[in-house]
């Protein structure tokens, strides 16, 4: 376990996204009222970079193809609810958004039927056309999101494929997305594989946390979660209860519907609670939106 002010140094930071009322709702009803002033959160530590990945993805033949033709201008023919074989194939054009919105398509099966293989296609082309793109260019958001999808497909491969899982290729995907671009799904993603890894080491941990922590400041409620969890738990970090609750009330409040373990987390931890340590939640809650009204 490392200590408490090591930790503060590896994930201190400032928040990049508000929380909506009802998760005040929910500390308020438990806590009541409350005078005692927490200290708001420091500022966002510089990133790490730890790894310098390779980011080609095309070792398994699926590059970056050109063609000069038009970009398809909409997805569906006719409302048909069925990608046309022009639309497609114009996607090759370079458009990263149609491309995106492609992969998607087939990685999730909408409109079309299900074909990773190709959905990894028209990621790769994505991260090969354009992971040198600014990362304030309009399209940044998308690239890294198809180096996360990437990262995603690599981790646990794809059956019947020439795709087969490969954790460190997978750690390069995450890596750029998270470091270039700023990722924070990759830097959740990330801080996953270093802190879920059996014999990880005290340095993999910190790397871990640090991405964890990264990730959290910036809104990512699943490392809301996981970060409140462990520092409500005290697992390989200082307990931190109050603390914990915030973060797992913030993730709480921005959970899907399918994702009951933050849920389930954040009901345990308020049941475990005492009233000192809502109190103190609460107060941190408040000083995170009031950041970001400054």
Not at 41 to 60: G, I, W, Y
Not at 139 to 167: C, E, H, M, W
């Amino acid at each position: 376990m490392i200590g408490w002010l090591e930790f503060a140094a590896i994930v201190s930071g400032r928040g990049t996204k508000a929380i909506a009322a009802c998760a005040f709702v929910a500390l308020i009803v438990a806590a009541g009222l409350v005078s005692n002033v927490w200290p708001p959160e420091n500022r966002l530590a510089a990133q790490d970079t730890k790894t310098n990945p390779n980011t080609s993805v095309t070792a398994l033949g699926y590059g970056a193809e050109s063609g000069g033709r038009p970009v398809a201008s909409r997805m569906y023919a006719d409302g048909d609810g069925v990608a046309r074989d022009d639309v497609r194939d114009d996607a090759a054009g370079g458009d990263p958004m149609v491309e995106w919105k492609l992969g998607r398509m087939y990685a999730d099966g909408d409109g079309v039927a299900r074909d990773d293989v190709r959905a990894f296609e028209y990621f790769s082309r994505i991260a090969n056309a354009h992971a040198n793109d600014s990362p304030s260019a309009p399209q940044a958001q998308i690239v890294a999101n198809a180096f996360v999808a990437l990262g995603r497909y690599y981790l646990n491969g794809i059956p019947n494929s020439k795709i087969k899982p490969d954790t460190e290729r997978a750690r390069e995907m995450f890596s750029y997305a998270a470091s270039y671009f700023g990722s924070a799904d990759a830097q959740y993603d990330l801080a996953g594989l270093y802190l879920k890894t059996p014999d990880a080491s005290r340095e993999d941990f910190r790397y871990g946390a640090r991405w964890l922590g990264l990730a959290a400041h910036k809104g990512q409620h699943q490392a809301q979660a996981l970060l409140g969890q462990m520092l409500f738990n005290g697992d390989r970090l200082p307990p931190q209860r109050a603390r914990g609750l915030m973060w797992l009330t913030l993730a709480r409040d921005s959970a899907t519907a399918d994702e009951t373990w933050i849920k389930e987390s954040y009901d345990r931890a308020i049941a475990k609670a005492s009233e000192d340590d809502r109190a103190q939640a609460l107060q941190m809650l408040k000083n995170w939106v009031q950041g970001k009204k400054n």
